[in-house]
Nanobody, 115 residues
Framework: QVQLVESGGGLVQAGGSLRLSCAAS????????MAWYRQAAGKQRELVAT??????TNYADSVKGRFTISRDGAKTVALQMNSLRPEDTAVYSC??????????WGQGTQVTVSS
């Protein structure tokens, strides 16, 4: 079964930390990159961070220095979020791009940061 399973969202106070994880099923292969996107209520979805198969990373300016994306094996990606702010509140979704023109989205996990 092709799927991305996300975990780790929740409610945290400003200044706190959360760790998101996304695991790709065995049916997903030839992964080129993995990424996290987020969409706040009433706003467009935005790219938060990406990591390629060779470990190269890229971050949105708004999260640089606070968030860290990492790979836990070939098919799992994590997003460590520190110093969270209320404006980080959003639904966070995992995205996988493959080398065979098939891309996948996770179901999304809610992150809420209270002030």
């Amino acid at each position: 079964q092709v799927q991305l399973v996300e975990s780790g969202g929740g409610l945290v106070q400003a200044g706190g930390s959360l760790r998101l994880s996304c695991a790709a099923s065995s049916a997903i292969f030839a992964i080129r990159s993995m990424a996290w996107y987020r969409q706040a209520a009433g706003k467009q979805r935005e790219l938060v961070a990406t990591i390629t198969s060779d470990g190269s990373t890229n971050y949105a300016d708004s999260v640089k220095g606070r968030f860290t994306i990492s790979r836990d094996g070939a098919k799992t990606v994590a997003l460590q979020m520190n110093s969270l702010r209320p404006e980080d509140t959003a639904v966070y979704s995992c995205y996988v791009e493959t080398r065979i023109a098939r891309n996948y989205w996770g179901q999304g996990t809610q992150v809420t940061v209270s002030s």
